[in-house]
């Protein structure tokens, strides 16, 4: 079966939606859904994802749906990792530390946007660092 295929649902609710940017592509037999969604329509689409590939165990999706501007400092944001705790770090950067954790569905405040990649949180526990904004979703 051919990775459109398989992911059509998806695809097919990413292009309904109003992803802008949308962009898929296949390249080494991994499928490639980027693009830029408000918060809601970001979180359909993992749960469609989820439906498909319950486990997300394939390794044939990359679903990288970023939120659109307009958030904004003391926002509320939703985790949404795929089924693992978020990683808070002491830098915007891979190679920092991990400091904490946010798990997964769990509601964080944005405290400021370091780029487009990194935004700095704190928990309600009252850890604070930089998580990856991909796994962000703002809660409407």
């Known amino acids: 079966m051919a990775l459109q295929d398989k992911y059509k649902e998806l695809t097919d609710a990413a292009a309904a939606s109003g992803v802008n ?11 490639y859904i980027d693009g830029e969604a408000t ?3 970001k979180q359909q689409l993992w749960d469609i994802y989820e439906k498909l590939d319950p486990d997300y165990s394939s390794g044939d ?4 749906i970023n939120s659109v501007a307009g958030v904004t400092d003391g926002a509320k944001l939703k985790v949404t990792t795929n089924n693992s705790n978020l990683n808070i770090r002491s830098g915007p950067s891979t190679n920092d530390e991990i400091v904490g954790k946010a798990a997964r569905h769990e509601i964080i405040t944005l405290l400021r946007k370091e780029n487009d990649q990194w935004w700095y949180v704190k928990t309600d526990d009252g850890e604070e660092g930089y998580c990856y904004t991909q796994y962000l ?4």
Do not use: A, F, H, S
């Open 137 to 140: 979703t703002p809660v409407l």
């Open 21 to 31: 940017n949308l962009q898929i592509r296949e390249q080494d037999k991994v499928l």
């Open 61 to 64: 999706l990359m679903l990288n």
């Open 39 to 41: 918060g809601t329509v």
